[in-house]
């Protein structure tokens, strides 16, 4: 698995993806049952609010080699600030629009 990570940019300034680093080498969270390795592509923002930069950035993660794309824990479930983004879904509609099938979108990573 070649992996994209895109994060919630607002949390950016407190959490340094530590715990999205430790799930994906140790294969759990969202991860877990995966056979083959994890080779970490990319790790970026989604670039601020609405999350309209997301789709290009998504874009980019697999121009430079991503078959799976992940929204870290920040934007689905709000973690660690208990603050799911409001714009989860769409982000993830215009994402999977734009990368197609062929890239897999998991919605969380822990």
């Given at each position: 698995?070649?992996l994209?990570?895109?994060?919630?940019?607002?949390?950016?300034?407190f959490?340094?993806?530590?715990?999205?680093f430790?799930?994906?080498?140790?294969?759990r969270?969202?991860?877990?049952?995966?056979?083959?390795?994890?080779?970490?592509?990319?790790?970026?923002?989604?670039?601020?609010?609405?999350?309209?930069?997301?789709?290009?950035r998504?874009?980019?993660?697999?121009?430079r080699?991503?078959?799976?794309?992940?929204?870290?824990?920040?934007?689905?479930?709000?973690?660690?600030?208990g603050?799911?983004?409001?714009?989860?879904?769409k982000?993830?509609?215009?994402?999977?629009?734009?990368?197609?099938?062929a890239?897999?979108?998991?919605d969380?990573?822990?």
């Open positions: 698995m070649k994209g990570i895109i994060r919630c940019m607002q949390t950016e300034d959490c340094p993806g530590t715990t999205d430790t799930v994906v080498r140790e294969k969270g969202a991860f877990e049952g995966i056979d083959e390795d994890i080779h970490l592509v990319g790790f970026i923002s989604c670039g601020g609010c609405p999350g309209k930069k997301t789709v290009l998504a874009r980019e993660l697999v121009k080699g991503a078959d799976t794309i992940a929204f870290a824990s920040c934007i689905q479930k709000g973690t660690p600030m603050y799911p983004c409001p714009f989860a879904q982000m993830r509609e215009i994402v999977q629009a734009e990368v197609g099938n890239v897999q979108i998991i969380y990573t822990h």
